[in-house]
């Protein structure tokens, strides 16, 4: 809640607006909101509950934490507290942080993780890191009479209106309740994909947000997934944010935007609104770390049917300027100069225009919400930060900079100069143990989550995934529906 700042503060909101429940919500490996409940019996219980925290086992929420010395304690990040959109009882949430037996953070958890990764970023760069998420996902009901008028295009359903979009309004209460809990969203709207299978209606959202600090930005991103899949339960209606439902249809991603300030200034953006040095190192940090980025972003084997050619999901390690067809995209960001405003409604001074906005971001399009997103914005912090320090980086940058859609034949040439994304968990492990101590330096990723994460990759055994698959047209079905409900 904005304003709230002390935990006497915190306090006093709770008891004199009669909440009764407070939720401790912090995240587990598998990417999932975790949930502990605390009912506000006095107002001693409730300080010793904010001030103190409550211990949890570690060894449930991680697969790299050992039962023998398992307890950890949640403690509260008060900044972090919203009210609860679904309880009936009125109850305050807060995100926690996780602390050893020491009382100290936990050097493996993903959200110190970030941190580390943050701070590093702005000690050794001077500068920010910003990111925002791009979240889709598929809305499913059956297929009833209602929902069979007014057909929408099979595959042709980006920002598509009702009647032929079904569930806009299931999205925007969405966007509200998001809203409400804190989230920075910039819009939503309905996405490409639409399809029919099994008498049953898929159909494609997207929610984009803001760009805010890295931390934020993750701490948004969960709870909006959260949110979604609670409010699609009091709907009726069935969510997923799988990578992949089925084969020739569109694939939901985890687009991720970053954007570097400092002093309030866009350091992606030169003084000729052009893209900044620091823009295309930082990139080129990007491109060099792109082979083990996807050992964070796509992290389960269905990752890796969405990550095929001629589709809008990348396989190609490269970048270009509004090309959807390749791994990391600068948009349009509003430097053109002009008043666009003025060219379309005449002239109209009664809200002055800043001459020195500058919306710029770039764009990494290979991450699903598979991903832990803690990790995943703690990998592509490293690997901007790595970009801005390696003596190589501008020509990294012109090496892998393409300006033709590489998925063309006019491309095809260009293409095949280019490295290619993993096709499978087994090589993106491959590929963080070669490059994991980019990561593990300044002890940023500690070695036991490496480690962890190596061993989850490298346990699918899906380094044959394509064979298998070739051989045995029904598993790709099998292996969707196992991880339907991933992240």
């Known amino acids: 809640m904005?304003?709230?700042?002390?935990?006497?503060e915190v306090a006093d909101y709770?008891?004199?607006?009669?909440?009764?429940?407070?939720?401790?919500?912090?995240?587990?490996?598998d990417g999932r909101l975790k949930t502990l409940n605390f009912t506000v019996?006095?107002?001693?219980?409730?300080l010793s509950v904010l001030r103190y925290g409550e211990r949890v086992d570690g060894s449930s929420l991680f697969p790299f934490i050992e039962a023998g010395n398992s307890d950890l304690y949640v403690i509260p990040r008060l900044g972090t507290m919203f009210l609860d959109p679904f309880a009936e009882l009125p109850t305050a949430c807060f995100l926690c942080a996780f602390l050893d037996k020491n009382g100290r953070r936990l050097d493996c958890s993903p959200e110190y993780t970030l941190l580390k990764a943050r701070d590093a970023f702005r000690r050794r760069t001077g500068m920010e890191f910003e990111a925002m998420g791009e979240l889709e996902f598929y809305v499913c009901a059956p297929e009833d009479e209602a929902l069979a008028m007014y057909p929408a295009t099979?595959?042709?359903g980006y920002h598509e209106s009702a009647p032929f979009a079904k569930f806009n309004d299931f999205r925007t209460d969405c966007m509200h309740s998001i809203m409400k809990a804190g989230g920075r969203i910039k819009y939503g709207?309905?996405?490409?994909?639409?399809?029919r299978l099994d008498g049953r209606l898929y159909e494609q959202n997207e929610i984009e947000f803001l760009p805010v600090d890295v931390a934020d930005a993750?701490?948004?991103?969960m709870l909006a997934k959260w949110i979604i899949r609670n409010t699609a339960a009091r709907y009726g209606l069935d969510v997923s944010f799988a990578p992949k439902i089925t084969a020739g249809k569109a694939g939901s991603g985890l687009h991720i935007h970053m954007r570097i300030m400092k002093d309030g200034r866009n350091m992606l953006v030169d003084e000729d609104g052009g893209l900044s040095v620091t823009a295309r190192r930082a990139i080129a940090g990007l491109m060099a770390l792109a082979p083990s980025i996807t050992a964070f972003g796509n992290v389960n084997p269905v990752s890796y049917l969405r990550l095929v050619p001629h589709q809008e999901a990348p396989t190609s390690v490269c970048w270009g300027d509004r090309n959807r067809s390749v791994l990391v995209r600068v948009p349009l960001g509003w430097t053109g100069g002009g008043d666009m405003f003025a060219e379309?409604?005449?002239?109209d001074s009664s809200v002055p225009a800043n001459a020195g906005v500058s919306k710029q971001t770039f764009e990494i399009r290979s991450a699903d919400c598979s991903a832990d997103i803690y990790q995943l914005l703690s990998a592509l912090c490293v690997a901007c930060m790595y970009?801005?320090?390696?003596?190589?980086a501008d020509a990294v940058a012109e090496r892998t900079y393409v300006d033709v859609d590489i998925h063309k034949k006019a491309g095809e040439a260009r293409a095949a100069a280019l490295d290619q994304l993993p096709g499978s968990c087994a090589e993106s492990a491959v590929q963080l143990e070669r490059q994991r101590g980019v990561y593990e330096r300044d002890g940023i990723f500690s070695p036991l989550m490496i480690d962890g994460i190596l061993k989850k990759l490298r346990d699918y055994g899906d380094g044959d995934l394509r064979q298998r698959l070739a051989a045995d047209p029904k598993l790709e079905a099998r292996l969707v529906a196992e991880y339907y409900y991933c992240g």
């Open 14 to 29: 709770i008891i004199s607006n009669g909440i009764e429940m407070v939720n401790f919500m912090y995240p587990a490996a």
């Open 154 to 156: 099979d595959q042709k």
């Open 218 to 221: 993750a701490d948004q991103l």
């Open 189 to 195: 709207h309905s996405e490409v994909g639409n399809f």
């Open 387 to 392: 970009g801005l320090e390696m003596p190589d």
């Open 2 to 8: 904005e304003g709230l700042k002390t935990l006497r």
């Open 41 to 46: 019996n006095d107002e001693d219980y409730l």
């Open 344 to 347: 379309v409604n005449g002239p």
